[in-house]
């Protein structure tokens, strides 16, 4: 928030994994929450496994998911 708020430039969020490739990203790129990455990238779904609990598993079905995971 800081870089932004002296530079004046976007910082965007990036989630991803190496096995996936990117899943989430912040387009905006001048919203600052913690905890928040952003929306699914075109063509990936997202779900969470059961997001009530304090430890979540993401699951992630995409063209770039590798096989196997």
């Known amino acids: 928030k800081s870089f932004f708020e002296k530079f004046r430039q976007p910082i965007h969020s ?3 994994a190496s096995e996936c490739g990117g ?3 912040d387009r905006c790129g001048t919203k600052f929450e913690d905890g928040l ?3 699914p990238i075109q ?3 997202v779900e969470l496994i059961d997001p009530k ?3 979540s ?3 992630v079905r ?3 998911v590798s096989d196997g995971y």
């Open 23 to 25: 899943i989430c990203y």
């Open 53 to 55: 609990e304090t430890a």
């Open 43 to 45: 063509g990936v779904d």
């Open 62 to 64: 995409g063209a770039a």
């Open 57 to 59: 598993q993401v699951r």
């Open 14 to 16: 990036f989630y991803g």
């Open 37 to 39: 990455v952003g929306q």
